[in-house]
C-alpha cells in the first residue's frame, strides 16, 4: 500500500472487515428453521437477505472503481433498484447457507483488494448517482452503501433471528 492511502482507506477497509466477520459468524450459526424466516424489514428470507448483502452491497464496490477511474456510474433509479432487489430475492430464497456463505467470502475479496488499491484521493473522487439525483464520492459509497446498508440487513436478520420483526415462516 502506498503511504498516501492510510487513513481514509485504511479506515474503511478496517471497518468492512469488522462488518464482514460479523456477517460470517452470523450466518454460519444461523440455524435451518431461522434461516428461511423473513425479515421484518426487508420481508425476505435471511437467506436472500445475506445474499443480497453481497450481490447488491459488497456488489456496489465496482461503482467505486468506476467513480476512481473517472467513469459514469450506471444510471438506475430507486425503482429499478427495488426491482431487481425483489428478483434476487426471489431466486436466492431457498439458497443453502454454504452458498451464500461462499459467495459473500468471494465478494468480499473483490472489495477488500479494490479498497487496498485505492488511494484517499481516488475515494474522494465523485460521480453523478442517479438514484440520489446528486454527486457522491467513492468513500461515500463505502461507507453508506457497501458498509452501512450491509450493517442494517445484519440487524434485520440479527433481530429476526433473536425472534423479533418475523413477518412470515
Partial sequence: MTSHNASQTNQLLHQFKSLHQEL??????????????????????????AHHVGIAHYGRIAWVEKIAA????????????DEENAQ???????DSQEAVLAYLQNESRRVIATLKSLSDEQLAQTAYLEIIRGEVSGAQ??????????IAHLASMKSTANGNQNVST
Fill in 24 to 49: 460470517i459468524d452470523f450466518v454460519s450459526t444461523c440455524s435451518d428453521k431461522n434461516w428461511q424466516k423473513h425479515t421484518g424489514a426487508e420481508r425476505w428470507s435471511i437467506a436472500s437477505t
Fill in 70 to 81: 473517472g467513469l459514469p456510474l450506471p444510471k438506475m433509479t430507486g425503482s429499478q433498484v
Fill in 88 to 94: 434476487n430475492a426471489l431466486l436466492h430464497a431457498n
Fill in 141 to 150: 459509497l463505502v461507507a453508506n452503501v457497501v458498509i452501512g446498508a450491509s
